[in-house]
């Protein structure tokens, strides 16, 4: 049943529109990063909390999703923009279904999509650091310092953008 909520949930706002972080996920903030792995395209798995000394910035998003196309090229921008950091890397994590991986590949593609590192897990809206990291809605921007503490949660890049802009631009 909890899965069929998300699923609604994530329909809806793919539908209308969110901007309102669920109170869950504001939770995190300042807190340390969730047990949850992230599963590449070439099937290797990373864990985020071996992350540790390093920025990263998430999307989740989807290619059915149409908030989540905008979404994910204006992540591509800031993944450019912020591309001399070695400090910062860049996750675009696919909730897609698992008989949707042609469609995200050929997304990555045809919207050049290659500042990125890219996540799928096919698990749908049961991806393990979707649920890890609170995620009821995309598109879903979080960010984790480099101590391993989420730093930001939000709807959409405009926040996140915000967010890096005034964390690492002098």
């Not at 990373?46 to 992540?75: E, M, P, Q, Y």
């Not at 001399?84 to 996750?91: I, K, P, V």
Request: aromatic letters at 8%; proline letters at 2%; a negative charge.
């Amino acid at each position: 049943m909890k899965r069929v909520g998300i699923v609604l949930a994530l329909i809806v706002c793919c539908a209308v529109g969110c901007s309102t972080v669920p109170q869950a996920a504001q939770e995190l903030v300042g807190k340390q990063t969730p047990e949850a792995r992230l599963m590449l395209l070439d099937g290797e798995h990373v864990a985020l909390r071996s992350k540790a000394g390093t920025n990263v910035a998430i999307l989740f998003w989807a290619t059915w999703c149409a908030h989540s196309r905008g979404a994910i090229a204006d992540f591509e921008g800031l993944a450019e923009r912020y591309a001399h950091r070695g400090d910062l890397e860049f996750y675009a994590v696919s909730v897609d279904k698992n008989d949707d991986f042609e469609s995200l590949k050929n997304r990555i593609e045809s919207q050049k999509l290659h500042a990125l590192t890219h996540v799928f897990s096919g698990n749908d809206v049961q991806d393990e650091a979707f649920l890890g990291l609170r995620g009821t809605h995309i598109p879903y921007a979080v960010f984790i310092d480099s101590r391993g503490v989420v730093r930001f949660v939000g709807m959409g890049t405009g926040g996140l953008e915000n967010f890096l802009d005034s964390k690492f631009r002098s």
